[in-house]
């Protein structure tokens, strides 16, 4: 590597910023977990930790940056203006501060609200015991019901997909609610649940 390179202003400016950047989110990710952790909010004994400070928050992010979409598109924007490999390319948490501080701001107006992640923790749940009940990911549950949709052919389907897939489907053309399976294992399994409770108490 040509030592010009490193003595480069752009190349020094953008490795600092990322230095920087780094050493700000970690120290942002400790206080978050040692001060504002949700299992300090949520007494649920039925989770552990992991779940209330990792799992649940990583759907917490995907909604929130659902339903931050329009500072994200701002910022992308503004990212889009510069000129790939140029100083303000390497530059933007400068050039385009004020939009990526409205993103982080409404991300993390969510992350405060706790009602939020309450809202999002339902959701996992829901995806928790639906994996728990018919031992099939959420993104595999949403190809079988898009290859029901669409009248595909399921050839590669075997075991647990082929036998999701052919509940899904006589269950969608009784009813035409595609969710109406999965509606159905959550019920049963939590009223078996409740049962099992019942009997040890």
């Known amino acids: 590597m040509s030592f010009s390179i490193l003595r480069n202003p752009y190349v020094l400016a953008g490795a600092g910023s990322i230095v920087l950047l780094g050493a700000t989110i970690h120290q942002y990710s400790n206080n978050v977990a040692e001060n504002t952790g949700f299992h300090f909010k949520d007494p649920d004994p039925s989770l552990r930790i992991i779940e209330k400070d990792v799992l649940i928050p990583k759907y917490m992010t995907n909604e929130a940056k659902i339903r931050c979409d329009d500072y994200a598109a701002k910022f992308r924007a503004c990212v889009d203006k510069t000129e790939p490999f140029t100083k303000d390319r390497v530059m933007t948490f400068k050039t385009c501060k004020k939009e990526n501080d409205d993103l982080l701001e409404c991300m993390d107006g969510y992350f405060k609200d706790f ?13 928790k015991t639906l994996y728990k009940a018919c031992n099939v990911m959420t993104k595999d549950r949403n190809i079988v019901k898009d290859r029901i949709r669409n009248s595909a052919p399921v050839d590669d389907f075997t075991g647990d997909f082929l036998s999701y897939y052919n509940s899904v ?33």
């Open 169 to 201: 489907k006589s269950m969608y053309e009784k009813t035409g609610n595609m969710d109406a399976y999965d509606d159905h294992l959550i019920k049963s399994y939590n009223d078996l649940k409740a049962q099992i409770t019942a009997e040890s108490a």
């Open 115 to 127: 009602n939020f992640y309450l809202e999002i923790k339902e959701v996992y749940l829901k995806e």
